[in-house]
């Protein structure tokens, strides 16, 4: 009840402070996209340059630089830092500092009828050599993060996250649900010898694949279901926040235009370890990405391609009970799996400017055991900064299906089938109150892959059906 009573304290404050602002927030405050946001990633996420960007704060004093601007309309809550955090933007170390609250209730359905409240911090770190006067083409980026008190994931019978805000940097033990810890999931050095290709290696967020420009992220942006904002087939292959090391080719110098990345992981990580007690194991994946701008009908679009193959033997999805009495478990040797995703406008405001209507979709498919989502498919509509004068508000209506590979268990005297196929529906609207406070409601009606589950909250246990859920959320989102 205390967290309960934290996040609405928020959300009531910045509606008692900002009056008359909520909805009228003059254009000059919303100037700032997604992507020009200060302190951009690494490019093998993001697109950086090689030969690094001139960005603002190299043409301009510190005071007009990216953090700069008075309380409403500059990027951060915390400003420029009395001028040195233009500073040092200017000579490449940036510090991107945000905090993600989430309260998300199961209202019907599910296996619990609840509410819970919980949040993720984030702290990225980049680092270009070229600007700091070393060399040219580096770029490091460190990620800290961490997530707080519980939320309803394990509530509604889905096997698709519903708040994927809380599953990072890790989930709970099962049952638990509990946050509360802090780890630091990528440390990654990427160092280009031309302006085609370059190469990385380090502790990897994984989550940095996949991108669209409608549906991608953490959840603490676009949408929050997982399933709507990564694409799930490769994460048995591919863990969350893996060692490894791979080649970056940009075909025409521009890696907004095209990008391919080929990688090497292990295949055993998480976030809570560096990861090297593990490079012993051959357990190892291999992957590879292309994404390229379209320009169809004269409006910009993307297509992305990827694959993974790991060699790592894995528990099969078929069991059988004799076999397991007998302390033997069937296994499989390898996982393997292919994706694709899509977004275009259909409608820009100004071409290039990342404002718009468009559609988005993802597909992927899996050798159906070990990994038990055999397909994958998600399609939708997403919005960026179509209102006027709200340049920075977006929304999103997504689906998703997942056709899952049911897990067997052959017993004595009869075959027992886990899980159905899984399919949701997600819809919000994220309202950017300043460049950096935004508010996003949230409903989701999910049908869980979950069949049954075990009700333990009388004298005598029970088998329960899972009904659809039905689940509604608020976000609110502090850029620091």
Not at 17 to 34: C, M, R, W
Not at 122 to 143: A, C, H, R, S, Y
Not at 206 to 222: E, P, V
Not at 246 to 269: E, H, R, S, Y
Request: proline share 5%.
């Amino acid at each position: 009840m205390v967290g309960n009573f934290r996040f609405v304290s928020l959300i009531m404050l910045s509606l008692i402070v900002l009056p008359g602002k909520f909805f009228a927030l003059p254009s000059s405050a919303q100037t700032t996209s997604q992507e020009q946001t200060p302190g951009a990633q690494s490019p093998t996420s993001t697109g950086q340059s090689p030969q690094g960007s001139a960005s603002s704060t190299e043409s301009k004093p510190a005071s007009q630089g990216p953090y700069s601007g008075n309380f409403w309309t500059r990027s951060t809550l915390t400003g420029d830092w009395g001028g040195l955090r233009n500073s040092l933007a200017a000579k490449g170390i940036t510090f991107d500092m945000s905090l993600t609250q989430v309260y998300q209730g199961v209202v019907e359905g599910g296996i619990k009828e609840t509410w819970r409240y919980g949040g993720r911090g984030n702290l990225t770190i980049n680092v270009d050599t070229q600007k700091l006067g070393l060399w040219p083409g580096g770029f490091l980026m460190v990620e800290v993060e961490g997530n707080f008190a519980k939320s309803v994931n394990d509530k509604t019978g889905a096997i698709m996250p519903v708040n994927s805000n809380q599953v990072y940097p890790m989930m709970a033990s099962p049952g638990s649900n509990d946050g509360d810890n802090l780890n630091v999931p990528a440390i990654m050095f990427t160092q280009f010898f031309s302006p085609y290709a370059g190469v990385f290696f380090g502790k990897i967020d994984i989550t940095s694949a996949d991108a669209n420009a409608f549906a991608h992220g953490k959840g603490d942006t676009q949408f929050l279901n997982l399933a709507l904002n990564f694409i799930p087939v490769p994460l048995l292959a591919a863990p969350y926040t893996p060692l490894g090391a791979g080649l970056i080719i940009l075909p025409t110098k521009d890696p907004n235009a095209a990008i391919v990345n080929l990688m090497v992981l292990q295949t055993t990580a998480k976030a809570s370890t560096s990861g090297f007690e593990d490079l012993h194991s051959n357990d190892l994946t291999f992957g590879g990405e292309a994404r390229v701008r379209t320009d169809f009908f004269g409006l910009t679009g993307h297509q992305l391609i990827g694959s993974m193959y790991s060699n790592k033997t894995f528990s099969s999805l078929d069991q059988n009970l004799r076999l397991i009495i007998q302390g033997q478990i069937e296994r499989k040797e390898g996982t393997w799996c292919i994706y694709y995703n899509f977004d275009q406008y259909l409608y820009e405001i100004e071409k290039g400017s990342d404002r718009g209507i468009g559609i988005f979709g993802r597909f992927g498919v899996s050798d159906g055991n070990p990994t038990f989502m055999h397909f994958f498919y998600s399609l939708g509509v997403g919005g960026k900064g179509v209102i006027p004068g709200r340049p920075l508000d977006q929304f999103g209506i997504g689906a998703y299906y997942v056709d899952i590979r049911r897990p067997k268990l052959t017993g004595l005297f009869a075959t027992r089938e886990f899980f159905r196929d899984e399919y949701g529906l997600e819809a919000y609207y994220n309202i950017a109150i300043t460049p950096w406070m935004k508010l996003t409601p949230d409903i989701q009606v999910i049908r869980p892959g979950m069949k049954t589950f075990t009700d333990t909250s009388g004298l005598i246990s029970r088998r329960k059906h899972i009904d659809t859920a039905t689940v509604l959320g608020i976000r609110l989102q502090l850029v620091f």
